[in-house]
């Protein structure tokens, strides 16, 4: 019977919370299913743990920022071409590409104009709503459908003229380190003037990040200490930036406690008062776990030229999601330690601010809310592309 026919997946996955959807999806394939699924293409350890014997490793596409693109971009086109002809001779059921736009979209067009009859979806909408818009309607010819994490994209999807979309939820909403935080969070908390104020330090896990953000919060840390604050400061770091984040804080008046440990990572947010911490992913996270919050970023030079492209209000996910400002943002020469030090009060405190803040947070985990499990439902979306 067609249905006892094992499905081939062909997937293109870089980053590590790519391959971390990838091997959700594929699992989720199987479950729904009751199929056998054999996996070509490109993915990390979650998806290599699932069978996939990857043609190249994904951190080989794994490059962020526009300078990183431009810089590696002859490897990069070898690499695109090397997949795309693998994936279109291996005639898979469907191909899924995952984040990743600048390498995995080149290779969804190739694999299209190869042979037009393999379903491409890809999941993680490309940021289209903030900038360079035009991308949405270009993606209409070679992507069949395209898998959102955040609930307002499908309909700027619509709105930009792309390829249809389903939102499906985002992995953070179901996460028990995440939701482990959020109830610690929940808690009645002391928010006397008096007491130790926990703050969490977040300055990126990119090296540019770090080197642009680690001076300023420094001297932040320092400016709240001379108004009289007794501070615990906790900087969840990750492994590839840990001795630059070590060299950077060595100056500091008070020295963070570095954390590694994935698990101690999501006790330090359960029991933050406040944090500052570098525009990214890492906003959303805190705002699910009910961490007040204030975003800085400092754009690479590239980038500062490349900035009059970017069409969207706010950088700050919890914003876009919540569609009113709820984070604080600051950029650039913006990232003034004097002003960072009163705001970190505000919040440090039981204040509207706070409140705002947390209210806003409530509102972004209402809106990210979805009935079924985000793999589930990208299954199911995969699985009406899939002929048999």
């Known amino acids: 019977m067609a249905s006892d026919k094992p499905l081939k997946i062909a997937i293109v996955a870089g980053e590590e919370s790519g391959d971390l959807l990838g091997a959700d999806l594929i699992q989720a394939l199987k479950r729904t299913t009751g199929r056998e699924v054999r996996l070509v293409g490109i993915g990390g350890r979650h998806l290599q743990a699932l069978g996939l014997i990857p043609l190249f490793e994904g951190s080989e596409i794994a490059l962020t920022g526009l300078s990183a693109v431009l810089r590696d971009l002859p490897r990069l086109m070898r690499r695109i071409s090397q997949t795309a002809g693998a994936v279109a001779g291996e005639k898979p059921d469907c191909l899924i590409t995952i984040d990743s736009p600048d390498f995995s979209l080149r290779v969804a067009k190739k694999v299209r104009a ?11 909408c490309p940021s289209v709503w903030a900038w360079r818009p035009g991308r949405a309607v270009a993606m209409r010819p070679y992507v069949d459908h395209i898998l959102c994490i955040l609930p307002f994209e499908v309909k700027e999807l619509a709105r930009l003229g792309g390829p249809p979309g389903t939102y499906v939820g985002h992995r953070l909403t179901h996460d028990p380190g995440v939701l482990g935080a959020a109830k610690a969070q929940s808690l009645p908390r002391d928010l006397s003037e008096d007491r130790v104020k926990t703050l969490l330090v977040l ?3 990119r090296r540019g990040e770090v080197r642009r953000l680690v001076g300023p919060f420094g001297k932040t840390v320092s400016i709240l200490r001379a108004r009289g604050h007794r501070l615990r400061l906790l900087l969840p770091t990750v492994p590839h930036v840990a001795d ?5 804080v ?9 954390i590694l ?3 101690r990572k999501w006790q330090a947010f359960g029991k933050a008062d406040a ?5 990214g992913t890492v906003s959303l996270e805190l705002a699910l776990s009910g961490v007040p919050m204030i975003s800085c970023y400092r754009l690479d030079p590239v980038m500062r030229i490349a900035q009059r492209l970017i069409t969207v209000w706010s950088a700050a996910l919890p914003n876009l999601i919540a569609d009113r400002p709820v984070v ?13 030090a009163r705001q970190l009060e505000a919040l440090f405190s039981d204040t509207a601010y706070r409140t705002w803040q947390k209210d806003g947070f409530a509102e972004v985990g209402r809106r990210m809310a979805t009935g079924r499990p985000s793999g589930d439902i990208a299954a199911g979306v995969v699985m009406g592309y899939i002929k048999g």
Not at 244 to 248: C, D, K
């Open 244 to 248: 630059l984040v070590r060299t950077s």
């Open 328 to 340: 604080t943002e600051h950029y650039n020469e913006y990232v003034r330690p004097h002003y960072l």
């Open 114 to 124: 190869a042979d037009p009859a393999i379903p491409i979806v890809h999941y993680v």
């Open 203 to 205: 300055p990126g896990s």
């Open 250 to 258: 060595a100056s500091w008046d008070e020295k963070p406690e570095i």
């Open 261 to 263: 440990d994935p698990e």
């Open 275 to 279: 944090a500052l911490i570098a525009s």
